[in-house]
T-cell receptor, first 113, second 113 residues
Framework: KAGVTQTPRYLIKTRGQQVTLSCSPISGHRSVSWYQQTPGQGLQFLFEYFSETQRNKGNFPGRFSGRQFSNSRSEMNVSTLELGDSALYLC????????????FGPGTRLTVT | GDSVTQMEGPVTLSEEAFLTINCTYTATGYPSLFWYVQYPGEGLQLLLKATKADDKGSNKGFEATYRKETTSFHLEKGSVQVSDSAVYFCALNRPEPGNQFYFGTGTSLTVIP
């Protein structure tokens, strides 16, 4: 079974621009979560999507948004990029509920200059 | 709110030494608990999990027991190898609805020959 895939793997953007990251979950997984990983803050939960609906949301500003398509693929968008948005963005997929582990993709490394 | 606190690193051990990485949590209800490992340049991989009190998760020689009375989920291994060098994350997934994982800040482990 193929794992979670994320594209692109690396991205360099300029302050003020916007960016879209993509995540394809493991086949059969309908829950997709996004995390921001930085050396200072560790892993922070952004949001979770399930069946095209945002089911949970972390404490991030409205510049961070996401969506999920009918095939469970998900995208996250960051608008008006700031230097502090430089991070590794991880996507994870899982089966429906909290008893199941999440499977992580390799991440997208975003650098904002 | 829900949170996970884990032992600060970095930790450096000699090969075949005993490993303990402490993890405590704060959560409402009965969360599931997980240990994830991250090797350099890669995403997170599930190491082990426990879904209810007194459950013991184990994998690749690592063990952790879900202790509700002490709200702990300490990771142990009797004899570490150089290949165990990585960053270890303790995490909880709060009870439904949905998935919302809370991660500790990670503990970096280096095993020297």
């Amino acid at each position: 079974k193929a794992g979670v895939t994320q594209t692109p793997r690396y991205l360099i953007k300029t302050r003020g621009q916007q960016v879209t990251l993509s995540c394809s979950p493991i086949s059969g997984h309908r829950s997709v979560s996004w995390y921001q990983q930085t050396p200072g803050q560790g892993l922070q939960f952004l949001f979770e999507y399930f069946s095209e609906t945002q089911r949970n949301k972390g404490n991030f500003p409205g510049r961070f948004s996401g969506r999920q398509f009918s095939n469970s693929r998900s995208e996250m968008n960051v608008s008006t990029l700031e230097l502090g948005d430089s991070a590794l963005y991880l996507c994870a997929s899982s089966l429906e509920n909290s008893f199941y582990e999440q499977y992580f993709g390799p991440g997208t490394r975003l650098t904002v200059t | 709110g829900d949170s996970v606190t884990q032992m600060e690193g970095p930790v450096t051990l000699s090969e075949e030494a005993f490993l303990t990485i402490n993890c405590t949590y704060t959560a409402t209800g009965y969360p599931s608990l997980f240990w994830y490992v991250q090797y350099p340049g890669e995403g997170l991989q599930l190491l082990l999990k426990a879904t209810k009190a007194d459950d013991k998760g184990s994998n690749k020689g690592f063990e952790a027991t879900y202790r509700k009375e002490t709200t702990s989920f300490h990771l142990e291994k009797g004899s570490v190898q150089v290949s165990d060098s990585a960053v270890y994350f303790c995490a909880l997934n709060r009870p439904e609805p949905g998935n919302q994982f809370y991660f500790g800040t990670g503990t970096s482990l280096t095993v020297i020959p």
